[in-house]
């Protein structure tokens, strides 16, 4: 008798060739229309044509072509197991990349955050005056601008880890000799010079993980500025106790340096992914011309690969500016009112030196807490919606701050304080992610240079010029500023996604390439 393997499969066999033969009935009548099949049914429909006909217990033929069969179904199951296996092999790997990013973030914010609680120090060391100490700050700002602007370009002739290691040895020994320096000029050059070392970090750590995430970088660049946050905010910490325990400047800097120095182990052994600098080797999009909906190894028409070619260099030459120039607004913002909250909060609510330092601590914290709850959230929501819901939520609660200025009530300033920092806390890390979004063909390493090179403009110049305008206004126009600086992001978050959107490749019809061939050869 024949097995129940057997039996299975003649039922299946004759199932499948009554609908088929259904179908041809319906096709005569007229009735369908579609008769196609695909390339993978036709062998089995002869094999199953032939079993139906009047399969023999006893045809070693048959029993042959049904083992051959299972045997082409359980070789397709394998390697089905085989590639699900590698693609989470490949993902634990760039997970693994993506720690030991996190930990070269962490160790630029623990440099980065160290000059705040050291600075009447390092006054006290090169013996200078409060301008004169202020020109660090201005000499890192304008290395960290020159590093972003060489970086840039150097992440797409060198090895990234190659650049990360160099930087992070840089800044190393940058933390070393800050502290025995004893004059002020010497100083600022040091300054602008590890300015330029860290702005490496800041460059190759984002564009990095822009390569090997493609379109899924979105929580992993959250919990990357995460990380970043957490460095900056555990200087202050590490000051305080080293110094209640060896009240020394070199203790704190070499401290510093000695975690800074530990990440350097994961660019030596990781090895680097590919440059990624052409136009048409995006990792985000494949091929160029290849667009929604046209599948990776289809061949596109000449003269549409051309036109896809024009339309994406012209939309990485408009989106790119627009997300540059709202990284400008953002962290000039954040810059703002990080510096002036404490201010306004003892004039304006008149809260006195410690409760204010309490806000701007909120504030602070906030900002890290929101990076955090960030994670999650970027993995169920698009850049588009995370980025709208972050500026109205700090473009509202300026206005209940505005509205409610007038009562003096200290816990709407506790209120609006916190949902400030929340709401902006994704916004830096969420703006990194709109060229995959938007589906943008270039050069990601020299798009994350200009939008940190906006940023880092935006953080110089408009707390110099809210300043000013504080200086005249007072205090009380610390919030007008705010929400007009969001308001204006506003603009250009929608002018982005508003042209990105409207212009994402798709594939011509036929009609309207005729008639582009028609006027070209009418022209030629």
Known sequence: MPSGSTKWAVKSFASFIKKKREQEYRVVN??????????????????????????????????????????????????????????????????????????????LGLAFGATAPAIHLLQEQTDSTDDEINGIVAARGVGWIIGSVA???????????????????LTTVSCVIIPLIPNIWVLCVIFAVSGAFMSWLEVGVNTLALWIWKEEVGPYMQFLH??????????????????????????????????????????????????????????????????????????LDPLEEELNTRRNKRRFLIIIPLVAGFMLLYGGAENIFGTWLYTYAFKVYDLGESRSAYIESAFWAALTAGRFFSVPLATRLSSRILLLADML????????????????????????????????????????????????????????????????????????????????????????????????????????FTYGLSTMERRLPESSLREIRQFNDYWH
């Open 30 to 107: 007229g009735e369908e229309t579609d008769t196609s099949i695909s390339a993978e049914d036709v062998p089995l429909r002869t094999e199953e044509e032939s079993i139906v006909q009047g399969p023999n217990e006893d045809d070693e033929d048959f029993h042959s072509r049904l083992h051959d069969i299972q045997e082409q179904h359980r070789q397709r199951q394998m390697l089905e197991e085989q590639n699900a296996f590698l693609r989470s092999q490949e993902i634990r790997h760039l997970r693994i990349l993506t720690i030991g990013y996190c930990l070269c973030y962490f160790a």
């Open 151 to 169: 970086a840039g370009k150097l992440f797409e002739k060198v090895r990234g880890h190659r650049l990360l290691w160099i930087a992070l040895v």
């Open 393 to 496: 939520g700090v473009i509202i609660a300026l206005v209940i701050g505005i509205l409610g200025e007038s009562f003096m009530f200290e816990p709407l300033l506790w209120f609006v304080t916190i949902v400030v920092g929340f709401s902006m806390a994704s916004v830096f890390a969420t703006a990194f992610t709109i060229p995959a979004e938007l589906r943008v063909k270039g050069n990601l390493g020299r798009a994350a240079s200009a939008f940190i090179v906006a940023s880092g403009m935006g953080d110089m110049a408009l707390p110099y010029i809210a300043g000013i305008i504080i200086s005249s206004l007072g205090p009380s126009a610390l919030l007008w500023t705010m929400l007009i600086c969001f308001i204006l992001c506003f603009v250009l978050y929608m002018l982005a």
């Open 226 to 299: 995460f990380a970043f946050g957490a460095g900056l905010g555990a200087s202050p910490f590490i000051y305080g106790f080293v110094i209640d325990i060896i009240p020394s400047l070199d203790a704190y800097y070499w401290i510093l340096a000695v975690l800074c120095i530990i990440p350097i182990v994961f660019p030596l052994r990781m090895t680097s992914p590919p440059i990624e600098t052409d136009v048409s080797d995006n990792p985000m999009h494949g091929e160029m011309g290849t667009g929604i909906g046209i599948e990776e190894n289809e061949t």
